[in-house]
């Protein structure tokens, strides 16, 4: 079985880490410490001998952090393959594909920004935005059903936004939570720490890190 360590010891010890097969959502607030955590997940699987295909929906993956991280851990940047999509269309496209088969020696797919382009796409009316909704939650099952073909774990990285009187959820948490196997939370904490918070995927942890040069580091 793949298995990629996180690079939170207890969280490794709570859900074993990046499962082949398996589907984790990663959704937190700006500068919550969601890409730097999901990169040290595609250097540990770069060290383990794999590629990682990073689907930048976005287009927010900075190339000066994205070097810093690759650099301090000594991982092979030509493992690295980045797929930007510039539309919703684009991105279905791209997930079609893994359908139809991933590059030989994938480990780790992550989708960085995978709510954006639906968010944009979405018009504020409900007759509209149901076709969205639906192409949303197709395009989430069919991530799910490559993970488990390929036997590697798939990371989504999500967005929040306000929700009058509730404060901030995920975009589409409905969608994209109920198709991952594992859910993180993570939080801005006092003192340049940051919380991951584990809301679905094994017993409730929180867990303090901070972010460093190599990706994160946790803080007991």
Same mark, same amino acid.
Request: hydrophobic share 45%.
């Given at each position: 079985?793949?298995?990629?360590?996180?690079?939170?010891?207890?969280?490794?010890?709570?859900?074993?880490?990046?499962?082949?097969?398996?589907?984790?959502?990663?959704?937190?607030?700006?500068?919550?410490?969601? *890409?730097?955590?999901?990169?040290?997940?595609?250097?540990?699987?770069?060290?383990?001998?794999?590629?990682?295909?990073?689907?930048?929906?976005?287009?927010?993956?900075?190339?000066?952090?994205?070097?810093?991280?690759?650099?301090?851990?000594?991982?092979?940047?030509?493992?690295?393959?980045? *797929?930007? *999509?510039?539309?919703?269309?684009?991105?279905?496209?791209?997930?079609?594909?893994?359908?139809?088969?991933?590059?030989?020696?994938?480990?780790?797919?992550?989708?960085?920004?995978?709510?954006?382009?639906?968010?944009?796409?979405?018009?504020?009316?409900?007759?509209?935005?149901?076709?969205?909704?639906?192409?949303?939650?197709?395009?989430?099952?069919?991530?799910?059903?490559?993970?488990?073909?390929?036997?590697?774990?798939?990371?989504?990285?999500?967005?929040?936004?306000?929700?009058?009187?509730?404060?901030?959820?995920?975009?589409?948490?409905?969608?994209?939570?109920?198709?991952?196997?594992?859910?993180? !939370?993570?939080?801005?904490?006092?003192?340049?720490?940051?919380?991951?918070?584990?809301?679905?995927?094994? !017993?409730?942890?929180?867990?303090?890190?901070?972010?460093?040069?190599?990706?994160?580091?946790?803080?007991?």
């Amino acid at each position: 079985m793949v298995r990629i360590p996180t690079g939170l010891p207890k969280l490794d010890i709570t859900i074993g880490g990046y499962l082949g097969g398996m589907l984790y959502f990663v959704y937190g607030e700006e500068k919550s410490g969601k *890409t730097s955590l999901v990169l040290l997940a595609a250097v540990n699987a770069i060290k383990l001998g794999g590629k990682v295909v990073w689907i930048d929906c976005g287009q927010r993956l900075h190339a000066k952090r994205l070097s810093q991280v690759l650099s301090t851990n000594k991982a092979d940047a030509s493992k690295f393959i980045i *797929t930007p *999509t510039k539309s919703f269309d684009e991105q279905e496209a791209v997930i079609i594909s893994l359908l139809e088969g991933t590059s030989s020696g994938t480990r780790l797919i992550v989708l960085d920004d995978y709510t954006y382009l639906h968010r944009i796409a979405m018009k504020g009316e409900l007759k509209e935005d149901a076709p969205i909704f639906k192409r949303l939650a197709f395009q989430t099952a069919s991530l799910k059903e490559v993970a488990a073909t390929n036997d590697i774990p798939i990371i989504a990285v999500g967005q929040v936004h306000e929700v009058p009187g509730f404060g901030t959820k995920p975009v589409a948490s409905r969608i994209v939570g109920y198709w991952s196997d594992a859910v993180f !939370r993570l939080e801005n904490a006092p003192a340049g720490f940051r919380v991951l918070i584990l809301e679905k995927g094994g !017993r409730y942890l929180e867990q303090r890190f901070r972010i460093t040069d190599a990706g994160v580091e946790a803080v007991s």
